[in-house]
């Protein structure tokens, strides 16, 4: 599987960003996938994910309500809508997927994408 993330870029606070993570190679629709950042100087963190079975999603505390994790099986793309930005949601936003369940741990994914930069100022 090959993920190709892409949408990031330079917002103010309070603006929205809709981040895509394109695949290829496998069954889509069997994949769970997440999306992970990393700010500088910090551990990646768990954003969202969405099982491949039901479409169930899951979020972080600090987007939940903001953020909205979708994918099209048809197009083989996973999204990350994101409004109402903050400048702590500054960070490079990856993409993860793997054939089991959807998870929170990155350890969990198997395949990741390159990352995407994402800066919100204020």
């Known amino acids: 599987v090959q993920l190709q993330a892409s949408g990031g870029g330079l917002v103010q606070a309070g603006d929205s960003l809709k981040l895509s993570c394109a695949a290829s190679?496998?069954?889509?629709?069997?994949?769970?996938m997440g999306w992970f950042r990393r700010a500088p100087g910090k551990e990646r963190e768990f954003v969202a994910a969405i099982s491949w079975r039901w479409s169930s999603t899951y979020y972080s505390g600090s987007v939940k309500g903001r953020f909205t994790i979708s994918k099209d099986n048809p197009k083989n793309t996973l999204y990350l809508q994101m409004n109402s930005l903050k400048p702590e949601d500054t960070a490079v936003y990856y993409c993860a997927a793997d054939f089991s369940r959807a998870g929170t741990a990155p350890d969990h994914y198997t395949y990741w994408g390159q990352g995407t930069q994402v800066t919100v100022s204020s």
């Open positions: 190679g496998r069954t889509f629709s069997n994949l769970a």
